[in-house]
């Protein structure tokens, strides 16, 4: 999982969020707008999502001469993402408990 830190101009929010939509971030938020109208927005994307993500970004706001996009890595993050496999696994440990109590 990667961190991406977009700062832009504020009108681009929305754009920035349906990006982040479109590639499943895991989580994005927005910051305060500042005096000069620039705004702060991150999100934590999967690995297998970054490069698009990044793609959709520079094509959207590459008119832009003061946006900036920053990538850092993630060292650790809570709560632990569950991968797919978990979640199958999770789900299938459910029906086997329901169906369990029901006989």
Do not use: C, H
Not at 46 to 70: F, H, K, P, Y
Request: zero cysteines; a neutral charge.
């Amino acid at each position: 999982m990667k961190y991406v830190e977009i700062v832009a101009l504020a009108g681009s929010s929305d754009t920035i969020a349906a990006i982040a939509e479109k590639v499943k971030a895991v989580d994005f938020r927005l910051g305060i707008v500042g005096e000069d109208g620039m705004q702060q927005m991150r999100m934590l994307i999967d690995e297998d999502n970054l490069q698009s993500a990044l793609d959709a970004m520079q094509n959207l706001l590459g008119a832009q001469t003061t946006v900036r996009i920053v990538v850092l890595p993630i060292e650790a993050s809570l709560p632990k993402p569950i991968e797919e496999k978990d979640k199958k696994k999770n789900l299938r440990r459910l029906r086997e408990n329901y169906f369990m109590k029901r006989w």
